[in-house]
């Protein structure tokens, strides 16, 4: 890596010589009514008579000497704008957006000062205004303002959205599965196997230009769309050459320096940039081994016939986990950091055309510690006052490591009215954890004693986005845009040697094995995902209206494998004094899972003497492979019906083709084949230039994953319940009607109000197994379900309060939202008979019903500084479903109160509070200060009874500080 | 006899498509030309694969040596079984097979007749075991999981948090047959009489196994009788709920509990026989009540002259543990039983200060252990052997036991040496045998509750399995006999 970074060095130096200094004025020309982007404006500076073109993608382009410029911006049929006092300094950058009205009656040239339009926040804001749907955006400015480091986070900001899990968006309620994540107008895969949507904390805030939601459905758009479709747009063709290099250290008060600081003691060469090695790969001997297979069949075949050849066999594949070590190592891991480098820049020919690259390469490593890691089981009673009984108790601490590394290389070239592009993107993140539950105890199963728990774990997680695509524009039917991509992606989900140990001690110490809790083991899971994808968008704009026609076809095939080989002593006698047994072993793990305690250990006579043994769990059943096409076509027409009523209209056909089976066994794969016609109708009323009325209605779908239709049992190692697919399950539609008010009382201003309503026919949820004798989930689709919510947006400077505080902006979004999933009778009318007061209904998971979102931010722009502070709530949202007479449990963000139960006392949220301070030196460095999680909240999940909230899983996270050197120059 | 040559190419098998293989039975369909079931080239000549549902009258007869292969799911009518049947589990199965452990399931909608002689048993066992076809024993208390077991279920009175029909533990969820209980207490699953079953317990997924032999939800007209039940991973016998009563059951060497009851069952036991292995063993008896604890079906069987062995004075398990537990609200009676040799304490009646716990049950006189005999290791007095429950988020009632203890006593437990006449866990030793003296076990005998003696329930004599002046009803047929530790 040091070597492409002295190339790109100099490469740097040599392109930055070669610049004269001048400054550079860029900016994007849009239709002031409809957002569209217009191509071949003029724009002429006065001053020097010299001008410029807007390019296919609106942006236009001037370089000039240092100085103050005035610009006109002219196009046929539209009404002039001048822009006075445009500052151009050397080296510099004035971003110039601007839209323009088509004519009216009145021929009054408008004239406006530089001062008055500047950042990208206002052209979201503008997107947002001019949009055919409802949509919210955050722009790459805001996103480094409040110092989101990937675009999970970013989401936070947007209205209606909260983050599950850290990676997960959730759409007005709505988790992953009613949510499209796109990056450049195309679906990301998800590299879960459990989930629909991608993990957005793959990519890297650096990388991204914009973020637009949009919450309403547009024929263009997927059709499993109902929370919204988010739209990740990476940086395209740069304004001019840049090159930002920023660094960062941190510290996160629980993990940074601290000596009790768990890590795997398999280190791989390649863990700090997030790849395994091969040193935690399945080893080859292990596959289908036929002594682990057939574990029992082979002790009796040695015992009856101890064969040297066959021993020797025996116990090499018997030893093969040996050098797997279920110990720990303890140490500091040392601060968290960050690398970031980017870099651009834009060629003109002679002839107007213009070629643009981008490269970007992050780096980034963390570390998180939770102290009071909590894991809690309970089994309920019906009585109500005895409803709430322990069945395990453990505590202990995690630590969690993670390293990324990614890059993103895309080109662009303009020429006349075309521009083709091609771009890669990669991302791959590698997590180590260790799990060490070393307080417990297990009243379920075990009447004394303790019972300890310890989980190694690595994942790595990878995403290859390539992509080709063009904008063309031709003269058919009218004025035609003709956009079309070409993606191939490839993801996966890598999870190699994770390893389980679970295991009571007695009062006197001793370690032990029980039926209840399985036998230490090591699982291994690998999923691919290799799609395909293409699209073609034509948008031909007539005289009347506007026309956008399309199709879209998508594939993708999965290929999913899990391995678990577990520990069996069933070969061993502790009389020999060759064994040494897990008791005698008294948690000493290197020894007693060590090669010299595993295999044969010797011959007693001419009987064998067994020690550990290994036998392969692996349920053939689990690994499936399967695929999902999607072919869809839409035609959609935008018209104006008066000339403040705007409607687009049009519809979506899509088809569905989803296939998975499992590679053994005789169980019928799961198969969804169906064709949804989905129609939508928009109307947007312009009550005044300021302001929008906007009634949509549209027919949306979701479909199950591939996990979900696969027949398979999967286990939750953190004590949840385990969950297997449905073959039968079916997809789910839905009906969506959204209302909303706009008001953008300045360019940079915003007041929103939206109330929107849903209704699921067939959505699919999970369900706890009323008829298992252990409780474990499965996807079913309930009858139906509804959603109601309303959303409020404000933005606005503070200026007006008073001039001393005009430096200060406040933005503040509230959602609200309400469901109801009605239980089905297989659940409620069982569960009845133990909990008489169980409610045949529950709210969709990862619903919150209430989203808090408060941004106040501080620019000084003269001297450089710029401060925000940003908060964010959730109200307690559905975690998992309750087993029996045992209550749902919920998740929320709240305050440890009762230490010694590890208990929140209310369930009114704490909020996550971040705050930034950056300072700008003379244009080219930068100090950025972070502090984030202010408040240092507990995550908590709970099951809550008269008013007690009974802790299931709770951890915290702690506060992180994090200061940033940046460079930054451009020309 | 397959060698260990002949055993890894069992294993090297690779895959073969689905379709109908050769069988050489009568009763079977005739084979398909040119296929052939993968395993055909490795059982005895006149061996009969089940890989497939079995639906309608069929019958096993003894002069075929059946193998299951998979789940073989018995789904209507009757499966009888020939007096002198052998059937056989593959540990590995093929990948024409269901399911990934080989078990024979008479599911609700069916029944099973295997009615075997003292002569001539119904052996159950592995596909490696010889001594079944004839020849010298080749296996011992170290072969469990070889496959994974018989599970019968019945339409018969179960409850678990609000569900009165469940699917059967060992089975993978969303199995429609796997389904048992129902409102039909007298319901009859058939008959399973001199049967022996051997080298059970393979897991097919984390914690969950198949016994040697489950009951699931099976009533009261089922007869299970003269089951022999010989090592095993996990629990010898586990009964889900059902009314069924059982009557001379041997559980040797299971590595989890050898009598295993839960989710209210209501019928009897008498003549139980459990004998532990030194090492890899749980409870004696672990006897579970109700799901949720507080629910109102929950077990309440009587167990009537039971012998139980523990792990003996070497034994491995903690001795702070108790030999046995009943719990979860469970209130199960205990009469004219012995249970000895144990090496840590001896009982734990869950107490955790809830007025539906076990312990309340006990003390309030719902159940009752009277009229037995204990004794084991690691106590020395009745009031020693109780294992208080620990108090971990809750308060019990009897913190001490003590309460417990002085029940025990006033209903004539004693805490003395049965001093039965040969205790042995050695295969060929001939050193085993369960009679105890007889004096000890003929004085303070409880009566049979009335309402089981009309259900078939004997008055007896003695306490314990087995008359001190009788003889031992585990010879000759049961694995115990056949492999030589019996006397």
Redesign the interface.
Known sequence: MRNIVTILFFFFISVSAAMAQTGTVAGTIVDGASGDILIGVNIRVKQTNGGAVTGIDGKYNLKLAPGKYTLEFSYISYQSKIVEEVEVKAGGLKSLDMALSQKSVDLKQVVITASAIDNNEVSVLRLQKNSLSVQDGISSQEISKIGFSNSAESMKRVTGASVEGGKFIVMRGLGDRYSISQMDGMSLPSTDPYRNSASMDLIPSTMVDNIVVKKTFTPDLPGNFTGGAVDITTKSLPDRFYLNVSASVGVNDQATFNNNFLSDPIQGKTDWIGFDDGSRKLPDLARKNPYMTSLGSSIASIQNNPDNQMISDFNRSMRVFADRPYSVAAGSPGLNRSLNIATGNRFKSGNGNAFGFNLGLNYQHDNRFYDNRVINNYKANISNENRMQRFLYSSGTESLSSATIGGIASAAYQFGKNEIGASVIYNNTGDQSVLNLDKGTFPGALSSGEYRNRVIGFQQRSLLNSQLKGKHRASFFGETTIEWAANYILSSQYEPDLRFLGAPVTAAGDYFFVREVPNPFHFFRDLKDNQYMGKLDLTSSMKKFTLKYGGFISRKERDFTEYRYQLSTTGTDPADAEYLSFGEAAGDFDRFFGADNTGVLGKSGSSAIFGNTYEDQTQPSNLYEGYEQVIAGYLMGTFNLSPKLKTVIGARIETTDYQVNVKSGSRAPGKIDAVDVLPSLNFIYALNDKANLRLSGSRTLARPNMREMAPFISFDLLGGFPIVGNPDIERTNITNVDFRYELFPKSDELFAVSLFYKNFQNPIVTELDATSDQPQYKYVNSQQANLAGAEIEFRKGLGFIDPVVKNFKFGVNFTYIYSKVMLRSAEYDIRKQVNPDLKNWRPFAAQSPYIVNLLLSYDQKEKGWESTLFANVFGPRLFANGAGAAPDVYEVYGRIKDKQENRIKSNVPVPELNFRIRKQFKNQFSVALNVNNILDYDVVTYQEHNGEYFTTQAFNPGRVYKLTLGYSISK | MI??KK??S???IS?VA?GMYACKDNDDPAPEPGNKHPYADLIVDNGVILYEPIKGNRTLSNDSVYYIDGYVFVESGELKIEAGTVIMGF??PS?VS???ESSLIITRNATINAAGTKENPIIFT?E?DQEALGGSP???P?????WAGLIVLGKAPVF????T?????GI???EARA?YGGAEAAHSSGILKYVSIR?TG????????IQGLTLGGVGSGTTIEDIDIFVS??DGIEI?GGTVNIKRISVAFA??DAFDFD?GWAGFGQYLFTLQK???S?FVGEWDGA?????SLYTTARIYNWTAIGQGA?G?R?????AM?IRDGGALSVYNSIITDFNGKGI?I?D?G???DSYSKYIGGENKITGNIWFGHGATSILDMV?P??A???TPADPTGATIGAKLTADENVFTDPQLKGISRTNGSAGLDPRPDAAAATTDLATVLAADVTKGAVQTTYKGAFDPAGTVWLADWTTLARFGYLK
């Open positions: 060698t260990a055993f890894l069992i294993l090297a895959v689905s540990e590995n990948d269901e399911g990934n592995s490696k080749n296996l011992g170290s072969n469990s999981k070889l678990a948090g609000g569900a029909e469940l699917q059967i533990e993978p969820d969303g389904m080298f393979a897991e097919i997924g984390p914690g969950d196994e991973a996990d889900f590595e989890d989710l030194s090492d890899n749980d799901d949720p604890d507080d629910a070497a491995t903690d001795a702070g543990f108790s537990v734990e869950e955790r809830e007025s539906f294992v429950t620990s971990d988020g809750f």
